[in-house]
């Protein structure tokens, strides 16, 4: 039976997984930084007989050939964050400024665990299981590169999958969203541009801060006034700064910030709609402006029918405790999502807060979850694998 066999698996190295995900935090690395992760990857994956392949300088994608069959990908984010840890765990990153502090450690420790278990159950498989060890997802993006350097080609990906570690969850609970995941996030730079000059004559100059601060509130306006209340979209302008001192009308305001939506189609209409504030309002007091608006991430959006195949196969695995259904997207942003663009696949949600302990968010210098939830992260990816595999 080869369930029974999965868990035994599983729990035969189980110790060694949360050893790895130590080690990982001990040493955590920022985005196309990870040369000492990506390089334990690969010798772990070679010892396992896979074929390993370094791609996008730390990217690693490891191959279990198990002759023809579909093509499944599972994918983990290796990278850290630049904060500096403050928790006092004995595992404490040893590198200050640097630290995983969103589980990343955790999502890579997973990923090689799960392919031990099921490169030892490798002829009971039929078909492919790439493993894609994917560099900077806390930016600037190491999937986008990836997939430009083909990894969902050769052999061509059937179906992926990836989860996120996350301590809002109780351990023993999946969450899952049915359709949209999470949100798209693009970014805006956009300087104001006036006319200095004395305070005194203001009739004299184009007063950069007062046109800005009437963009700002303008801009507030497309949440409230054309956008459809059943659509959600955040702007949120993060910095601002310009003048000179009180006394000197100030010629240029630089700003930046965070545009967010679960809609692709208001998305596409979102730059448009800014131009038009901020030129119409900058026009309206004489000044001029430059704005560039830069698109990050795209929405996150699951395979309906995919969710749907998968539901009993994971309600069957044994340290399941709930199949959560999530009905609200989160307005994060992962980019995960490009990978979904091209082929059908599901982000899973890993619930990893013990009972009865507190637990500081994610990117929080104090930040940690449970680790009795590495092999329910494990469980939940070789069950979805061999469902795949058995199905198709
Ligand atoms: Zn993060
Ligand atoms: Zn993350």
Redesign the pocket.
């Known amino acids: 039976m080869i369930i029974k066999e999965v868990i035994e698996q599983i729990e035969l190295i189980e110790e060694e997984v949360i050893q790895l995900r130590r080690e990982f935090h001990q040493y955590p690395e920022l985005g196309f930084k990870e040369e000492r992760t990506s390089q334990r990857v690969i010798d772990y994956l070679l010892e396992l007989n896979l074929e390993v392949e370094r791609t996008t300088k730390t990217g690693v994608i490891g191959l279990l050939d198990s002759g023809p069959g579909p093509t499944i990908a599972l994918r983990a984010d290796m990278d850290a964050?630049p904060i500096t840890e403050q928790t006092k765990v004995s595992y404490k990153s040893k590198l200050d400024g640097v630290m995983h502090?969103?589980?990343?450690d955790g999502h890579t420790a997973i990923l090689l665990g799960v392919a031990k278990v099921l490169s030892k159950l490798q002829d009971k498989v039929k078909g492919k299981i790439k493993f894609i060890f994917q560099p900077a997802?806390?930016g600037p993006g190491g999937a986008l590169p990836l997939i430009e350097a083909g990894v969902l080609n050769k052999p061509q990906v059937d179906s992926i999958f990836a989860l996120h570690i996350t301590n809002k969850l109780p351990t023993g609970v999946v969450g899952l969203q049915r359709k949209v995941v999470s949100a798209a996030a693009d970014e805006i730079d956009l300087i104001i541009k006036g006319k200095s000059g004395h305070a005194s004559t203001p009739q004299d100059g184009v007063d950069a801060i007062v046109t800005a601060s009437q963009v700002i509130n303008s801009l507030q306006t497309i949440n409230s006034r054309k956008v459809s209340p059943h659509q959600k979209v955040v702007i949120n302008l993060g910095t601002i700064k310009g003048g000179y001192r009180r006394n000197v009308i100030a010629d240029k305001v630089k700003i930046t910030g965070t545009v967010r939506t679960t809609a692709p189609k208001l998305r596409k209409s979102l730059p448009a709609m800014i131009e038009q504030i901020v030129s119409g309002v900058t026009a309206s007091q004489g000044g001029e402006y430059q704005l560039n608006y830069q698109k990050g991430y795209p929405v996150l959006i699951n395979s309906t029918e995919l969710v749907k195949d998968l539901e009993n196969t994971i309600k069957q695995i044994p340290y399941l405790e709930q199949l959560k259904f999530l009905e609200l997207p989160s307005m994060?942003a992962e980019d995960f999502a490009y990978y979904l663009q091209h082929v059908p696949g599901v982000f899973f949600r890993l619930g990893a807060a013990a009972p009865n302990c507190s637990y500081y968010p994610?990117?929080h210098p104090k930040f940690n979850f449970d680790e009795d939830a590495l092999k329910i992260g494990m469980a939940l990816f070789i069950y979805i694998t061999l469902q795949r595999i058995k199905d198709n």
């Open positions: 964050l502090a969103c589980g990343h997802e806390e994060g994610a990117h």
